[in-house]
């Protein structure tokens, strides 16, 4: 029974349909925003990461929000395996017994960046011979900019409001801040969907960044100050970007997206929306996606989400997550089998 789906946009599939299944064929990679669903897919971010990515010799511009991006953080490290490990073991190993503040959490949560990042991992990133690294984050305009909770909660529902009518008056609320290494190699340095600014993400600035892009609005505090960009309240980057709709077409290469479903919903405030969904921008994606079958199998019948912090006690969360952990890696060996048997176009589908 497969785990994983492939499902590629009308240009991939093409490319794909006349091509070897390989690595060169790619030169984007994609880390979406959603909390703790990423561990759900863990063993297939490790595949990637150790093994198809392994022996890279040619520009790979990586875009990451959230967990995305902490993700994607453990790629660019000479000993991406062992970040990965670290992050796992920090990430999983949270824990609130009693309700939390969002200094309390922030603070774990610093904690843990710290940790993925290791004594030289923001050097490693920063300065990583082919991996173009970039993490977003967004930056709060009027009642978003305010330090209160009610400001902010009634600066959020504004946004969600407007949101239901155009996705484009989220430039009202919020600034897209794309943080990244190299800007004149970068595809995503130019976005032009959403009001955005870009700034350089630099080893004093990386753990801010990364802190920022995770803070999710009414659950940490804000960032207020990243080295490089101007001082204001930085939030969690899926609020434009949750699971991306971007103009990916331009780009050189193919695009590919490790997901945790074959539909994409374009930023945080479209979660709920069905008839709102990303699809005209990922003509050269690969989008690897689990099957049913798969989530089904899972504790719970699903990947983990936040509502698992209140839902379950710290121990039997805890054990759930690295069950799911451990059980991601059918998803590595089907990947793995594909390659190794080069059966893609047997399983390859139209998105």
Same mark, same amino acid.
């Given at each position: 029974m497969s785990s994983l789906r492939f499902i590629a946009g009308a240009k991939a599939y093409k490319t794909l349909s006349e091509n070897a299944f390989k690595p060169e064929l790619f030169t984007q990679l994609l880390a979406a925003s959603g909390g703790p669903k990423w561990i759900g897919i863990a063993a297939l971010d490790r595949y990637l990461f150790t093994e198809f990515f392994k022996d890279l010799n040619q520009p790979l511009h990586t875009l990451g929000a959230s967990s995305g991006a902490w993700r994607l953080a453990c790629l660019a490290q000479s000993n991406p395996n062992a970040a990965y490990d670290r992050l796992e073991e920090l990430y999983i190993g949270q824990r609130y017994d009693t309700k939390p503040t969002s200094v309390q959490i922030s603070a774990q949560v610093s904690g843990i960046i710290t940790g993925l990042l290791g004594s030289t991992g923001a050097e490693e990133v920063i300065g990583h011979q082919h991996i173009n690294s970039h993490y977003i984050a967004c930056k709060g305009r009027h009642f978003n900019r305010m330090g209160t909770r009610a400001g902010l909660? $009634?600066?959020? &529902?504004?946004?969600?409001? &407007? %949101?239901? $009518? %155009?996705? @484009?008056?989220? /430039? !009202?609320h919020f600034t897209r801040c794309v943080f990244g290494v190299e800007q004149q190699l970068s595809p995503f340095a130019k976005l032009t969907d959403l009001p955005s600014q870009y700034y350089s993400l630099t080893q004093a600035n990386i753990h801010q =960044? !990364?802190?920022? &892009?995770? /803070?999710? *609005? #009414? =659950? #940490?505090? *804000?960032v207020t100050e990243i080295n490089g960009a101007p001082k204001g309240h930085y939030y969690d980057g899926g609020i434009t970007d949750y699971h991306f709709d971007l103009p990916l077409a331009h780009s050189k290469g193919l695009t590919l997206y490790p997901h945790f479903y074959p539909r994409m919903s374009p930023g945080w405030f479209d979660k709920s929306l069905s008839w709102r969904f990303a699809k005209h921008n990922y003509d050269n994606a690969l989008i690897l996606a689990p099957t049913d079958a798969y989530l089904q199998s899972l504790p719970y019948n699903k990947l983990p989400d936040r509502e698992d912090f209140t839902q379950l006690d710290s121990d039997s969360r805890i054990k759930y997550w690295r +069950?799911?952990? =451990?059980?991601? +890696? =059918?998803?590595?060996?089907?990947?793995? %089998? $594909?390659?190794? @048997?080069?059966?893609?176009?047997?399983?390859?589908?139209? !998105?």
């Open positions: 909660g $009634v600066g959020l &529902t504004a946004a969600a409001m &407007t %949101n239901l $009518v %155009n996705r @484009k008056s989220l /430039s !009202l =960044v !990364l802190l920022a &892009t995770g /803070s999710i *609005p #009414l =659950v #940490l505090a *804000p +069950q799911s952990a =451990v059980m991601s +890696q =059918v998803l590595a060996d089907d990947f793995a %089998n $594909v390659i190794a @048997k080069g059966s893609l176009l047997d399983r390859l589908e139209h !998105l």
